[in-house]
């Protein structure tokens, strides 16, 4: 059986997932009766993946066509989560990369593209929906050229293989067709994955080597560590050491071998060269580590990972309803589930915080922070976390930050606004460009600071026809800080339920957050003022009646739902006085100092 490995690239939502969906049907992968036969997005396991509709998690499984064995890398597309793509990427032997044909090459695009050229891998591109009635596949393939010939390596870079595809229906070919309405399978992929693609190169004659790139867990067999085999062979019993580049950790047995098949794993005597595998029996291991023979004692070097540009300060809840919604509310809790997600989540640090109590958790940007503090919250945890904060570095005495590229596409109807907005945020413009549909792409240059809350705004200022999407640029000399301040806050003056009769004169100030009978406390933020000062109102208070009658008044009052926040939204939201409660059940903000007599002292104010 020979080996194929790729990796399958692109930017968010250009059918990445979808493709490999077909891959899995069109090989057999399931029986005809299984339920996967009429699934999408079947590597999107996990349960915020299929909400949101995008791949967080790196993940691998393997197909067969013919006399090939195909181990698919799937890898996320949105810049926040790079780190799983920089983490699996050595894995890889070659490359399908994925291109909207209507969309073309977008900032992501470009980060895996280079990743997977630094790597040294053999391209195959993917020009996906061209079934799509915006569909400009020429404007396609002479940016995706235009884009080879900035990050290419060497000239066979250059010499890239076209494959067209209609994912969603199954369909590819080589040549494009007349219409996409035409018949197809993927065969047409498969033979040029086993023509383009190089076998692993694994030299079975030396001792056993394998970089861990990825740790997985279950119930049954404990700690899995994942990896392409480098060279040699391991059999379950085998002795190996563990090492952190030159260093050798420990010595450990392996107690089993495991192969990908679809999107298990089966038990097998010994690994294949060059194969990606799972071995057991490694309870402290570690990804980054290498597994060796210990005949030769020489690692890898260890994964590298572009580092943090934002961070959080993440503590126990302390509010008046903290600890009444979930399971695990104490800091020691909270800090013994972050280090435990440093072992797979590499892209992320976790430290003290010098400055008070709780933990500073810094992250690629603010969806990666969020979707971490999401899965927490679903798994039984109360925190509360503060405003996301730009990590500044200093370089030859001199103070940086972080700056962005941003693409925005958006019709031509909200240029006007969404220009405004990033003109306050000091953007920089770098290239515009409107399609015949009318719909305009414009790149600009911002600090991430100045970017912090533009994805809140551009949801609210288009009614959600905006797309964006960032590629980190570097770090280079302090900008302007242009961020606006958002108006002030209505803050809840007392601890209690809230009633019709109270909210009734807070919505005459602005929006609310909460609705009748909803739990309120001292300090909490129920609302957004009008104005630019924060205002306390007491939304408890009850209508004194001498009759029934007249106590039956709140039954007429009219009010306004709610304005929701999710909780991306409430990161935005924050202040630097200011905190987000997170419970399973609920989602709060609040200040952090939430007595009024105290907060009201000249040194509290922000």
Request: contains cysteine.
């Given at each position: 059986m020979q080996i194929r490995n790729i990796a399958i690239i692109a930017h968010v939502d250009h059918g990445k997932t979808t493709l490999v969906d077909g891959m899995l049907k069109q090989t057999h992968t399931f029986r005809d009766n299984q339920a996967e036969m009429n699934q999408t997005t079947i590597l999107d396991s996990n349960e915020l993946e299929r909400e949101r509709g995008i791949t967080i998690l790196a993940k691998n499984t393997a197909v067969f066509y013919k006399d090939y064995k195909i181990n698919i890398i799937d890898t996320p597309g949105h810049a926040d989560f790079s780190g799983e793509v920089e983490r699996v990427i050595n894995m890889a032997d070659g490359a399908l990369l994925i291109v909207d044909a209507a969309e073309g090459p977008l900032p992501q695009t470009r980060f895996v593209l280079e990743k997977a050229l630094d790597q040294g891998l053999k391209v195959i591109v993917v020009i996906n929906k061209i079934d799509r009635k915006d569909a400009d596949i020429d404007r396609v393939k002479a940016q995706v050229e235009d884009l080879f010939l900035l990050l290419a390596r060497r000239d066979e870079d250059l010499m890239f293989p076209v494959v067209y595809a209609v994912a969603r229906e199954e369909k590819a070919w080589d040549i494009l067709p007349s219409s996409p309405e035409a018949e197809g399978t993927l065969a047409p992929l498969f033979e040029k994955i086993i023509a383009e693609i190089p076998a692993p190169k694994a030299d079975t004659t030396k001792p056993f080597k394998m970089l861990v790139t990825n740790i997985d867990f279950d119930a049954f067999k404990g700690m899995y560590a994942i990896g392409k085999v480098l060279q040699g062979t391991v059999h379950a019993g085998d002795k190996v050491a563990i090492m952190n580049e030159d260093a050798v950790a420990e010595y450990q047995n392996v107690k089993s071998v495991f192969t990908s098949k679809g999107l298990g794993r089966v038990e097998v005597p010994e690994s294949t060269a060059g194969d990606i595998i799972a071995l057991t029996g490694l309870p402290n291991i570690q990804i980054g580590q290498t597994l060796t023979d210990p005949t030769d004692l020489t690692g890898m070097p260890t994964i590298r990972i572009t580092e943090p540009t934002l961070r959080i300060v993440v503590s126990n809840n302390t509010s008046p309803l903290g600890g009444k919604e979930g399971e695990f509310c104490t800091i020691r809790q909270v800090?013994?589930?972050?280090?435990?997600?440093?072992?797979?989540?590499?892209?992320?640090?976790?430290?003290?915080?010098?400055?008070?109590?709780?933990?500073?958790?810094?992250?690629?940007?603010?969806?990666?922070?969020?979707?971490?503090?999401?899965?927490?919250?679903?798994?039984?945890?109360?925190?509360?976390?503060?405003?996301?904060?730009?990590?500044?570095?200093?370089?030859?005495?001199?103070?940086?930050?972080?700056?962005?590229?941003l693409t925005v596409e958006i019709d031509q109807e909200y240029v006007g606004i969404i220009t405004e907005e990033l003109g306050r945020r000091r953007a920089e413009m770098l290239d515009t460009f409107t399609n015949a549909r009318g719909i305009s792409r414009m790149v600009y240059k911002i600090s991430s600071n100045n970017l912090l809350g533009f994805r809140s705004k551009i949801?609210?200022?288009?009614?959600?026809?905006?797309?964006?999407?960032?590629?980190?640029?570097?770090?280079?000399?302090?900008?302007?800080?242009?961020?606006?301040?958002?108006?002030?806050?209505?803050?809840?003056?007392?601890?209690?339920?809230?009633?019709?009769?109270?909210?009734?004169?807070?919505?005459?100030?602005?929006?609310?957050?909460?609705?009748?009978?909803?739990?309120?406390?001292?300090?909490?933020?129920?609302?957004?003022?009008?104005?630019?000062?924060?205002?306390?109102?007491?939304?408890?208070?009850?209508?004194?009646?001498?009759?029934?009658?007249?106590?039956?008044?709140?039954?007429?009052?009219?009010?306004a739902p709610p304005m929701k926040l999710s909780l991306e939204q409430m990161l935005d939201f924050i202040e630097d006085d200011e905190l987000l409660e997170i419970t399973p059940k609920s989602l709060r903000l609040r200040k952090k100092i939430l007595q009024k007599t105290l907060r009201n002292k000249p040194n509290n104010n922000r």
């Amino acid at each position: 059986m020979q080996i194929r490995n790729i990796a399958i690239i692109a930017h968010v939502d250009h059918g990445k997932t979808t493709l490999v969906d077909g891959m899995l049907k069109q090989t057999h992968t399931f029986r005809d009766n299984q339920a996967e036969m009429n699934q999408t997005t079947i590597l999107d396991s996990n349960e915020l993946e299929r909400e949101r509709g995008i791949t967080i998690l790196a993940k691998n499984t393997a197909v067969f066509y013919k006399d090939y064995k195909i181990n698919i890398i799937d890898t996320p597309g949105h810049a926040d989560f790079s780190g799983e793509v920089e983490r699996v990427i050595n894995m890889a032997d070659g490359a399908l990369l994925i291109v909207d044909a209507a969309e073309g090459p977008l900032p992501q695009t470009r980060f895996v593209l280079e990743k997977a050229l630094d790597q040294g891998l053999k391209v195959i591109v993917v020009i996906n929906k061209i079934d799509r009635k915006d569909a400009d596949i020429d404007r396609v393939k002479a940016q995706v050229e235009d884009l080879f010939l900035l990050l290419a390596r060497r000239d066979e870079d250059l010499m890239f293989p076209v494959v067209y595809a209609v994912a969603r229906e199954e369909k590819a070919w080589d040549i494009l067709p007349s219409s996409p309405e035409a018949e197809g399978t993927l065969a047409p992929l498969f033979e040029k994955i086993i023509a383009e693609i190089p076998a692993p190169k694994a030299d079975t004659t030396k001792p056993f080597k394998m970089l861990v790139t990825n740790i997985d867990f279950d119930a049954f067999k404990g700690m899995y560590a994942i990896g392409k085999v480098l060279q040699g062979t391991v059999h379950a019993g085998d002795k190996v050491a563990i090492m952190n580049e030159d260093a050798v950790a420990e010595y450990q047995n392996v107690k089993s071998v495991f192969t990908s098949k679809g999107l298990g794993r089966v038990e097998v005597p010994e690994s294949t060269a060059g194969d990606i595998i799972a071995l057991t029996g490694l309870p402290n291991i570690q990804i980054g580590q290498t597994l060796t023979d210990p005949t030769d004692l020489t690692g890898m070097p260890t994964i590298r990972i572009t580092e943090p540009t934002l961070r959080i300060v993440v503590s126990n809840n302390t509010s008046p309803l903290g600890g009444k919604e979930g399971e695990f509310c104490t800091i020691r809790q909270v800090e013994e589930r972050l280090l435990r997600e440093l072992k797979t989540n590499i892209g992320l640090r976790v430290e003290q915080n010098p400055n008070g109590s709780g933990l500073i958790v810094s992250g690629r940007g603010e969806l990666h922070l969020a979707i971490l503090v999401e899965t927490m919250r679903r798994e039984g945890f109360e925190l509360e976390v503060g405003k996301p904060q730009v990590i500044y570095k200093t370089v030859n005495g001199e103070k940086q930050e972080p700056y962005e590229e941003l693409t925005v596409e958006i019709d031509q109807e909200y240029v006007g606004i969404i220009t405004e907005e990033l003109g306050r945020r000091r953007a920089e413009m770098l290239d515009t460009f409107t399609n015949a549909r009318g719909i305009s792409r414009m790149v600009y240059k911002i600090s991430s600071n100045n970017l912090l809350g533009f994805r809140s705004k551009i949801i609210s200022k288009t009614r959600g026809n905006g797309l964006f999407a960032a590629r980190f640029l570097g770090y280079e000399s302090m900008g302007v800080n242009a961020r606006q301040l958002r108006n002030g806050a209505m803050i809840a003056t007392e601890l209690g339920q809230v009633t019709a009769y109270g909210l009734e004169p807070a919505q005459h100030h602005g929006d609310t957050f909460v609705g009748p009978g909803e739990m309120v406390y001292e300090g909490m933020i129920i609302g957004l003022n009008n104005r630019q000062e924060d205002i306390d109102i007491n939304i408890c208070k009850i209508k004194k009646s001498t009759n029934v009658r007249a106590a039956a008044a709140d039954m007429g009052i009219q009010l306004a739902p709610p304005m929701k926040l999710s909780l991306e939204q409430m990161l935005d939201f924050i202040e630097d006085d200011e905190l987000l409660e997170i419970t399973p059940k609920s989602l709060r903000l609040r200040k952090k100092i939430l007595q009024k007599t105290l907060r009201n002292k000249p040194n509290n104010n922000r």
